[in-house]
Structure formats: structure tokens, C-alpha cells
Nanobody, 114 residues
Framework: QVQLVESGGGLVQPGGSLRLSCVASGFMFSDYAMRWYRQVPGKERELVAGVSWSGGSTNYADSVKGRFTISRNNAKKTVYLQMNNLKPEDTAIYYC???????WGKGIQVTVSS
């Protein structure tokens, strides 16, 4: 059974940091690229960051470049999203996505507010 379980979300003040984690199971994690998306109610889901199967290649949305870092640990079957200097416009539900059958996690709320 394929599963992606996100954790690490919550409420943080502007300028603060959070680290999201996504633990994978049920497929060969190390063979597949992984992505983080986010979605605000009423808007389309947008790609935030992606990482190749090896971790050697990453890409980011322009809105998060220089503030967010995606990484992975294949031994732990986990992908991370380190989010620094958070802004209110980063508030969204964040989803982990595997290129294995385009599988999605259930999402986790991140709220940036004073």
C-alpha cells in the first residue's frame, strides 16, 4: 500500500521557519523524483519545489527561491522542505507528491501569521 505522510506544519510568525517532512512507503522511494505542492482555497495547486531521485537536482518556484530548500534521505524514505523567512502569502496546505503513479499525500496546513 502506497503512503505519503506529511508532518511538520503549523502556525508560525512572519520571518519564521518550519521544516516539512514526508515519509514514503509502499514503493521504491529511491527510484522516483519527489515534489512539494501547495494550495490555497479557491486557487489551483502550485508546484513549490522538486528533487530528483538522487537528490542531485532540484527546482523551485520563483516565489520561494532563496527561502525554501528541498532535500531527501533515501535511506529514511523521506523528503523534506525547509522553509525559512516565511511570509503570510506562504499560507497554504502543502502536499507531498511522488512521481510514482503521481501519488499524493493528504496535505498539511502551514499558516504564517502574527
Amino acid at each position: 500500500q502506497v503512503q505519503l505522510v506529511e508532518s511538520g506544519g503549523g502556525l508560525v510568525q512572519p520571518g519564521g521557519s518550519l521544516r516539512l517532512s514526508c515519509v514514503a512507503s509502499g514503493f521504491m522511494f529511491s527510484d522516483y523524483a519527489m515534489r512539494w505542492y501547495r494550495q490555497v482555497p479557491g486557487k489551483e495547486r502550485e508546484l513549490v519545489a522538486g528533487v530528483s531521485w538522487s537528490g542531485g537536482s532540484t527546482n523551485y518556484a520563483d516565489s520561494v527561491k532563496g527561502r525554501f530548500t528541498i532535500s531527501r534521505n533515501n535511506a529514511k524514505k523521506t523528503v523534506y522542505l525547509q522553509m525559512n523567512n516565511l511570509k503570510p502569502e506562504d499560507t497554504a496546505i502543502y502536499y507531498c507528491n511522488a512521481l510514482y503513479k503521481n501519488f499524493w499525500g493528504k496535505g498539511i496546513q502551514v499558516t504564517v501569521s502574527s
